[in-house]
């Protein structure tokens, strides 16, 4: 299958794919400076959890290029300013955080800025590869959940454009269509910014993959009519009770699952589980302008003046959650006690 590479290095500068202009155009955005990393981040031109960590790992990069020399101490605490400011970008995604934290980890390793400087490139490439690698893993780990027949449904957009690699759960629909399996795929609009509308559905007619897009409010119907059998999505943070944020909208879809008895699963690099949280109670839920509700594509759909709320994400509670797939095993319920066990376990190796 063609591979989707939306993040790469070019010698002096990151280079993004501009999710936003996508389908109609794919148009690469070069980023030279750290506060254009993390305007690409607020703007949505990169996104997704492990994409936007990714990111943050080569604004960390850059930054360190902008600080001018100084002594150690001093550079350091000027990088440490950089840091925050990127990993204020959009709070819910804790791989953001995680990415800024490894960085800075390894910076404080160093004796020099220029040594900082080649370790922090060094070391973003890494989470690059890393990505890849896990996703691979991921999809392996997670393929035997998807059924090789019946419908299988997602949400969002979480494949290549979400990651560095193949992706979380589309990329275990992909692992499952490469292992033979021919369930029928459906994936959801995803209001406001359309992502599964957009950016799911250009992935899998750029995989081959053949999949249908239903309106959000459309998934009651067809797992009433036994169309959907299974359900997959990603997560941007995960509590250590198993607690999921996601993509609003994703919460309705694990309630209809659950009343329709069918499997709800969550695929997510290991990364996007928060052991430090207890519930998803503690979980930032990031609210965007109101005008991402009342215009598509910069064209009003609503009266001027209605008031509007925009949540970005949503919180599954862990009761609804079938099983938790990362990169490094599938988690089950009791989750307090499956995630810290597979914390225990070796990341995929790069």
Same mark, same amino acid.
């Given at each position: 299958?063609?591979?989707?590479?939306?993040?790469?290095?070019?010698?002096?500068?990151?280079?993004?794919?501009?999710?936003?202009?996508?389908?109609?155009?794919?148009?690469?955005?070069?980023?030279?400076?750290?506060?254009?990393?993390?305007?690409?981040?607020?703007?949505?031109?990169?996104?997704?959890?492990?994409?936007?960590?990714?990111?943050?790992?080569?604004?960390?990069?850059?930054? +360190? @290029? #902008?600080?001018?020399? /100084?002594?150690?101490? %001093?550079?350091? &605490? *000027?990088?440490?300013?950089?840091?925050?400011? !990127? $990993?204020?970008?959009?709070?819910?995604?804790?791989?953001?955080?995680?990415?800024?934290?490894?960085?800075?980890?390894?910076?404080?390793?160093?004796?020099?800025?220029?040594? +900082? @400087? #080649?370790?922090?490139? /060094?070391?973003?490439? %890494?989470?690059? &590869? *890393?990505?890849?690698?896990?996703?691979?893993? !991921? $999809?392996?780990?997670?393929?035997?959940?998807?059924?090789?027949?019946?419908?299988?449904?997602?949400?969002?957009?979480?494949?290549?454009?979400?990651?560095?690699?193949?992706?979380?759960?589309?990329?275990?629909?992909?692992?499952?269509?490469?292992?033979?399996?021919?369930?029928?795929?459906?994936?959801?609009?995803?209001?406001?910014?359309?992502?599964?509308?957009?950016?799911?559905?250009?992935?899998?007619?750029?995989?081959?993959?053949?999949?249908?897009?239903?309106?959000?409010?459309?998934?009651?119907?067809?797992?009433?009519?036994?169309?959907?059998?299974?359900?997959?999505?990603?997560?941007?943070?995960?509590?250590?009770?198993?607690?999921?944020?996601?993509?609003?909208?994703?919460?309705?879809?694990?309630?209809?699952?659950?009343?329709?008895?069918?499997?709800?699963?969550?695929?997510?690099?290991?990364?996007?589980?928060?052991?430090?949280?207890?519930?998803?109670?503690?979980?930032?839920?990031?609210?965007?302008?109101?005008?991402?509700?009342?215009?598509?594509?910069?064209?009003?759909?609503?009266?001027?003046?209605?008031?509007?709320?925009?949540?970005?994400?949503?919180?599954?509670?862990?009761?609804?959650?079938?099983?938790?797939?990362?990169?490094?095993?599938?988690?089950?319920?009791?989750?307090?006690?499956?995630?810290?066990?597979?914390?225990?376990?070796?990341?995929?190796?790069?």
């Amino acid at each position: 299958m063609p591979e989707i590479e939306p993040i790469r290095w070019r010698d002096t500068h990151l280079e993004l794919l501009d999710q936003t202009l996508l389908p109609r155009e794919q148009r690469w955005l070069a980023v030279a400076r750290c506060d254009q990393a993390i305007a690409a981040v607020r703007e949505m031109r990169v996104r997704g959890a492990p994409a936007i960590g990714v990111t943050a790992g080569y604004a960390m990069a850059l930054a +360190a @290029r #902008e600080t001018p020399d /100084a002594p150690m101490p %001093r550079w350091l &605490a *000027e990088l440490t300013e950089a840091a925050a400011r !990127i $990993a204020a970008a959009r709070p819910t995604a804790v791989n953001l955080g995680w990415a800024v934290e490894r960085s800075l980890g390894v910076a404080r390793q160093c004796a020099t800025p220029t040594e +900082a @400087r #080649e370790r922090l490139l /060094a070391e973003a490439e %890494r989470m690059r &590869a *890393e990505d890849v690698a896990m996703n691979r893993a !991921i $999809a392996a780990f997670g393929e035997p959940l998807v059924p090789a027949h019946g419908g299988v449904l997602t949400h969002c957009n979480t494949g290549a454009l979400a990651t560095a690699g193949i992706g979380t759960a589309l990329g275990v629909i992909r692992g499952a269509w490469e292992a033979g399996k021919r369930p029928a795929v459906f994936h959801t609009e995803t209001r406001p910014w359309l992502q599964g509308a957009r950016l799911t559905a250009w992935e899998f007619q750029q995989l081959g993959i053949p999949a249908q897009l239903i309106v959000d409010s459309a998934a009651a119907a067809l797992m009433r009519r036994g169309e959907i059998t299974s359900v997959i999505v990603g997560a941007d943070r995960i509590a250590a009770n198993g607690d999921t944020a996601n993509k609003i909208g994703t919460y309705g879809l694990a309630v209809l699952a659950h009343a329709h008895g069918i499997p709800f699963q969550v695929a997510a690099p290991f990364s996007s589980i928060d052991l430090r949280i207890a519930t998803g109670d503690a979980i930032a839920i990031e609210e965007r302008p109101a005008h991402e509700v009342t215009r598509i594509a910069g064209q009003a759909i609503a009266p001027d003046g209605v008031a509007a709320r925009n949540p970005v994400f949503d919180v599954t509670p862990a009761r609804l959650i079938a099983a938790i797939v990362t990169e490094r095993g599938v988690a089950r319920p009791p989750y307090v006690e499956s995630l810290r066990a597979l914390a225990g376990r070796p990341a995929v190796a790069t």
